[in-house]
């Protein structure tokens, strides 16, 4: 359901939350309005910025699709490979009339385990439907609460956790300032392109990431691009 960059490999993104084929309600496909200021700070602020935004041309952060839909996309491809992920994902979305809540909460559990998912991912798939039926989480007031709240509120629904809320947030939301401290491809990415490949500390990467405010989504981005562009040369040179 969403295409977070276009043109390009996203190895190194979690793609597993952010694709999906599955009918929805259309969610307008936007380009953040912050990038192009974003990406002027954050090259006036920091020499790996510097180095790598002009590197990546016009590709951006991008959203569209539907919330209920990216989470759920998020529970499906929880600990398996995006193959299976997609293969899961595709029986999963033939099963109801619609991908919405209220038709999530009218399957049979024997034909959701048939479609591939384990009793605790059925369990989780659930638990978001009846989240999002019953009005717990507060969609349409997201535009105008705190990143924290919003993260607050996902993070009470079963089978998500802090940095599945903080990617709803960067791609999804396309919140400017979030710095999703427990991505291990952040991490890698910091420390390739600042510390010449040592382990990298939290304390390390907020200390990097200072330079970043108050747009640490997009110098994220761009790092994890960065890495892409890194394994990509690393299988070419083999």
């Not at 912050?34 to 006036?44: E, G, N, R, T």
């Not at 995006?82 to 595709?90: I, T």
């Not at 990143?147 to 999804?172: C, H, K, N, S």
Request: hydrophobic letters at 45%; aromatic letters at 8%.
């Amino acid at each position: 359901m969403t295409k977070t960059v276009k043109n390009a490999s996203t190895s190194m993104l979690p793609t597993h939350l952010l694709e999906s084929d599955a009918p929805a309600p259309p969610h307008v496909n936007t380009i953040p309005s912050y990038w192009a200021d974003a990406c002027v700070h954050l090259v006036k602020k920091d020499r790996v910025m510097k180095r790598l935004i002009p590197q990546f041309g016009d590709a951006c952060l991008q959203s569209h699709g539907d919330a209920f839909c990216t989470l759920a996309r998020s529970i499906v491809g929880q600990q398996i490979s995006v193959p299976s992920a997609q293969a899961v994902w595709n029986r999963f979305v033939a099963l109801p009339e619609r991908m919405t809540p209220s038709h999530v909460l009218k399957l049979k559990v024997a034909d959701m385990r048939a479609a591939g998912l384990s009793p605790r991912k059925v369990e989780y798939l659930v638990d978001l439907a009846l989240h999002f039926d019953s009005g717990s989480v507060h969609v349409t007031d997201w535009a105008a609460m705190e990143d924290e709240a919003i993260i607050a509120e996902l993070v009470a629904i079963r089978g998500i956790a802090r940095w599945t809320a903080e990617m709803f947030l960067i791609f999804y939301l396309m919140r400017p300032n979030v710095l999703p401290l427990d991505d291990a491809g952040l991490i890698s990415g910091i420390s390739h392109n600042y510390f010449s490949g040592e382990a990298v500390s939290r304390s390390d990467a907020r200390e990097v990431a200072a330079a970043w405010a108050p747009y640490c989504s997009v110098a994220t981005w761009y790092i994890w691009r960065s890495m892409d562009s890194v394994a990509a040369s690393t299988v070419m040179a083999a």
